[in-house]
């Protein structure tokens, strides 16, 4: 089957004439006149009657007319509906990311993206499992540590450092913190998956393990952060957590010299040959806005 015959017939019909359609489709007027000849010779019916003064549609040209229209004017919308997309984002993007992350960086990040982009629909998945992209139909997806899987593009966004904080009115009333063993003497605020019996901390020279009570311990990082601001003990939390606490003044590092642990962070999405604007443009946005959180010297 010849798509430019039929092509070529809906638009001799539309026009009127075999020379109309010609200067329409920027063809010779015997291009045109043989590829009808040719789909009424494939189709075995005559779909055109010739006067010297107009064309008349038989009653088969009429029904194939009326399909092949029909059907011509769905591809056309379909190649006007791919060219869009490549001009605007739009349509629905689908972003991964550790459920710890932190409520403030992903809502201003979603915010970020549709104030620039208001056609653009995002759906956030927050799992701490590991999520097959394509497999699971995700557009990008944020992930911390070592990457497991190397088919996919990553863009790196700095590293997530895991350092103590502390409310200010809790350090003003608390013993001194000068070594992390003075933590012995602290009501810590324990993120369980950073450890349930000890917290170990290093700096350029050494490392140290202190043992903990724990007597106050939870598995969100949001709780722990809040229980800090409360001034309920000293926190191991991630320092981007805690940049907004420290800007206003409430939060403060303590033993700025030790950190616990230190992972990189990156922004993954597949590969693929031609890149949606709608993935495109949350690259960019995503790069720019989550960079200076986990940038320590931002």
């Not at 045109?32 to 494939?42: G, Y």
């Not at 769905?74 to 739009?90: F, G, K, V």
């Amino acid at each position: 089957m010849d798509f430019n015959e039929a092509a070529v017939f809906v638009k001799v019909v539309q026009a009127g004439s075999f020379s109309a359609a010609a200067r329409q489709l920027q063809l010779p007027t015997s291009t045109v006149s043989t590829r009808v000849a040719r789909l009424e010779r494939r189709l075995g019916v005559t779909l055109l009657q010739r006067t010297t003064r107009r064309l008349n549609l038989t009653e088969a040209g009429q029904a194939y007319f009326e399909h092949a229209a029909l059907g011509l004017g769905y591809m056309l919308e379909a190649e006007a509906a791919i060219d869009a997309a490549r001009q605007a984002p739009q349509g629905k993007l689908k972003v991964s990311a550790p459920a710890d992350l932190g409520d403030t960086l992903l809502a201003g990040l979603v915010k970020q993206v549709q104030s620039q982009y208001p056609a653009l629909e995002m759906e956030l998945v927050l799992t701490e499992r590991y999520v097959d992209l394509v497999a699971e139909g995700i557009d990008a997806a944020i992930r911390t540590g070592e990457l497991r899987d190397s088919s996919l593009i990553a863009k790196p966004l700095g590293s997530v450092c895991w350092a103590a904080f502390a409310h200010r009115h809790y350090l003003e009333h608390a013993p001194a913190l000068q070594h992390p063993q003075d933590l012995n003497r602290h009501h810590c605020l324990q993120f369980s998956p950073m450890g349930r019996d000890a917290w170990t901390f290093r700096r350029s020279d050494s490392s140290v393990t202190v043992p903990l009570k724990g007597s106050t311990m939870a598995n969100s990082i949001g709780i722990v952060r809040n229980m800090a601001l409360n001034g309920q003990g000293v926190a191991l939390l991630p320092t981007y957590v805690c940049k907004p606490g420290m800007i206003i003044g409430e939060l403060e590092r303590v033993l700025p010299e030790w950190q616990a642990q230190s992972n990189s962070i990156h922004l993954v999405y597949p590969r693929q040959r031609f890149m949606p604007p709608k993935l495109r443009a949350f690259i960019d946005i995503a790069q720019s806005e989550l960079r200076p959180w986990f940038d320590d010297n931002s």
